[in-house]
């Protein structure tokens, strides 16, 4: 079974902190996502990587930046956190050439 | 045009009963459509999805109806079940290859309850 691992479950951080959340896969899948999940809003793309160190912005990437040094871990960067960034966070992988994502539990994070 | 319009945004549906659930797309390059199912707390998992190359998928109980003219496609929960309950989101995608995924692009939920 593919294993999509993200570092916490729920997550409160104060406006103007750098906050950084991990996802890790064990299943050496090329492309790997950050969602947004808003209620009345569905999913929404962030940032997509497909290889190391490759990166691509989504539908909005405005306020985060993304880093993948190694192949099974991509992390999402809230550079100053914002009230308005506080929703759930969704990390996804998926092989090259099939259409399947696989996605983390989620984080859960409030900025107060 | 690359958005995925779905419908409604929440469903009751009696136990037995059929849920129905509908979404509309405009990118006439969206070539893979899935159904995602989301239980409170976890993340999305793949259902079922179907390619444009074909007009009905089922499984189980599930069946995706697609039409291609119309440019829309739509999830039956047949038999519903309480269990059935969750979130369900569709989906469109272009299939690259040699290069970067093709990117999901969500609807944006259906809330189903199923009653007892």
């Known amino acids: 079974d593919v294993k999509v691992t993200q570092s916490s479950r729920y997550l409160v951080k104060r406006t103007g902190e750098k906050v950084f959340l991990e996802c890790v896969q064990d299943m050496d899948h090329e492309n790997m996502f950050w969602y947004r999940q808003d209620p009345g809003l569905g999913l929404r793309l962030i940032y997509f990587?497909?290889?190391?160190?490759?990166?691509e912005k989504g539908d909005i990437p405005e306020g985060y930046s993304v880093s993948r040094e190694k192949k099974e871990r991509f992390s999402l960067i809230l550079e100053s956190a914002s009230t308005n960034q506080t929703s759930m966070y969704l990390c996804?992988?998926?092989?090259?050439?099939?259409?399947?994502?696989?996605f983390g539990q989620g984080t859960r994070l409030t900025v107060v | 045009q690359q958005q995925v319009k779905q419908s409604p945004q929440s469903l009751i549906v009696q136990k037995g009963g059929i849920s129905i659930i509908n979404c509309a797309y405009e990118n006439t390059a969206f070539d893979y459509f899935p159904w995602y199912q989301q239980f409170p707390g976890k993340g999305p998992a793949l259902l079922i999805a179907i390619r444009p190359d074909v007009s009905e998928k089922k499984e189980g109980r599930f069946t995706i109806s697609f039409n291609k003219s119309a440019k829309q496609f739509s999830l039956h929960i047949m038999d519903s079940q309480p269990g059935d309950s969750a979130t369900y989101f569709c989906?469109?995608?272009?299939?690259?290859?040699?290069?970067?995924?093709?990117?999901?692009?969500f609807g944006k939920g259906t809330k189903l309850s199923v009653k007892p």
């Open positions: 989906a469109a995608s272009t299939t690259y290859y040699g290069g970067s995924q093709g990117n999901l692009i």
């Open positions: 990587s497909y290889d190391v160190k490759m990166k």
């Open positions: 996804a992988t998926a092989v090259t050439g099939r259409t399947e994502a696989f």
